[in-house]
């Protein structure tokens, strides 16, 4: 059976940083987009980042561009995504997914989440 598992998050003060991964068991990335998500309590989940698993293309929201970096390591089927300058509002659960396309409306294949909690 196929399992998205995210790993990484954690609690860390405003301006620090966090590096979440993700790793597929059963079935690797390489047909897919792999996306990041987010959901803060009483909010609607939103995109993060994707990356084209083949190219390694890039999709960022404007929310984090500039911050946030979404890489991959084909040798150990995981992506990452590395968060700097964390600010209170980045914290929710982050959800790794993957897709058919790196579009935010693409992806349908969801992990547990990891929890991101960013204090001031």
């Known amino acids: 059976q196929v399992q998205l598992l995210e790993s990484g998050g954690g609690s860390v003060q405003a301006g620090g940083s966090l590096r979440l991964s993700c790793v597929s068991s059963g079935r690797p990335f390489s047909s897919y987009a792999v996306g990041w998500f987010r959901q803060a309590p009483r909010k609607e989940r939103e995109f993060v980042a994707g990356i084209r698993w083949m190219e390694g293309s890039t999709l960022y929201a404007d929310t984090v561009k500039g911050r946030f970096t979404i890489s991959r390591d084909k040798d150990k089927n995981t992506v990452y995504l590395q968060m700097n300058s964390l600010k209170p509002e980045d914290t929710a659960a982050y959800y790794c997914?993957?897709?058919?396309?790196?579009?935010?409306?693409?992806?349908?294949?969801w992990g547990q989440g990891t929890q991101v909690t960013v204090s001031s």
């Open positions: 997914a993957t897709g058919n396309s790196i579009n935010p409306w693409a992806y349908d294949y």
